[in-house]
């Protein structure tokens, strides 16, 4: 891959750092990598979910997070990862304290499942609260004017429903036209069309996941969203040399020649096992080829890309650092 691909000094520039994908492509653990090669050199960034599942605790193997932003991580030179768990009824609670004074009141309606209702009666109230959140967060400032946090990396929802959660605007048709849910949704609608935001897609070089990304692209262009880095996951090394992969994935395997070059590395296997590993190399060159063509697939999304290696063993925290320190090396900063 070359450098001009990868990450760019506008996607640097970026405050905001949406990440999704399909289910399974492990969009969380990329988001995680993502906070901690940010944080790199002493900067300050906060990690976000909002789905409620607490991914961002598996990974880094911690207890379940609260709804306050936490310390999670150390990152090279001196930075810091925080991590926010944001939960829709503590947003509407923080609101209507915040803007209604009704912190009290809050509590009371939450006890007659009146947060159930709110959200049921307008559906796009709950998406508002959790981007609201969000965006508070971006734009929060020290006594001194300056950014609590450099960057904000969101764990957002699956790319089936990203665009509906981000697209504020039509989330607003069924709420207030004024006061205080509307000036929120604006600060939310003005910060997630700007330059500030970017958001990312995890893939996989499989057929579903690259149809779903470059579905999901287009749809962000048409909700006037803009598209970050395509991020492929789980990337494989090839087994074999270039030259060779289609042959193989044709079925052109010589038997006599791999054992004559097992039995020169001192290695005599009977018929069946070399006969395995002859249908084995047959199907590694298919999947190489399936590889190749979801790559020039995701190509054509013409965006910055980067990949990330499959893990041998389970992800955990010391995975996350090296696959950060990965990303690092393609530019991200």
Not at 217 to 232: M, Q
Request: with cysteine; hydrophobic share 45%.
């Amino acid at each position: 891959m070359s450098s001009s691909a990868q990450w760019t000094d506008e996607l640097s520039r970026a405050r905001l750092h949406v990440v999704t994908g399909k289910g399974g492509t492990g969009k969380t653990t990329v988001a995680a990598a993502l906070a901690l090669a940010l944080a790199s050199g002493g900067r300050r960034v906060l990690l976000v979910e909002v789905e409620g599942r607490q991914g961002i605790a598996q990974v880094f193997d911690t207890a379940p997070l609260p709804y306050s932003e936490e310390r999670i991580a150390a990152a090279p030179g001196g930075g810091e990862v925080r991590a926010l768990a944001v939960d829709a009824e503590a947003a509407l609670l923080e609101y209507l304290s915040m803007f209604y004074n009704l912190g009290f009141a809050g509590r009371t309606l939450r006890k007659m499942g009146a947060i159930e209702f709110a959200t049921t009666l307008a559906p796009g109230l709950r998406d508002v609260l959790l981007t609201g959140k969000v965006k508070e967060c971006v734009r929060r400032t020290d006594s001194g004017g300056r950014h609590v946090y450099d960057a904000v990396v969101l764990d957002a929802p699956p790319t089936g429903r990203v665009v509906k959660f981000l697209d504020v605007t039509k989330a607003m048709a069924d709420l207030a036209k004024v006061g205080p849910i509307r000036s929120q949704s604006d600060g939310v609608v003005r910060l997630l069309h700007s330059g500030d935001t970017a958001v990312h897609l995890v893939t996989l070089l499989e057929e579903m996941p690259v149809r779903e990304t470059l579905d999901a692209v287009a749809e962000l262009d048409a909700a006037d969203l803009r598209p970050g880095a395509v991020i492929t996951n789980r990337v494989r090394p090839p087994r074999l040399p270039a030259r060779s992969v289609n042959a193989a994935a044709d079925g052109r395997v010589d038997a006599d020649r791999v054992r004559t070059g097992l039995v020169a590395a001192g290695l005599d296997l009977d018929s069946d096992v070399l006969e395995g590993l002859v249908e084995e190399t047959v199907e590694h060159a298919i999947r190489v080829q399936a590889e190749q063509r979801a790559r020039a697939d995701l190509g054509t999304a013409d965006l910055p890309a980067l990949e990330l290696p499959e893990l041998t063993d389970a992800v955990d925290t010391g995975a996350l650092y090296e696959l950060a320190e990965l990303l690092g090396e393609q530019g991200v900063r």
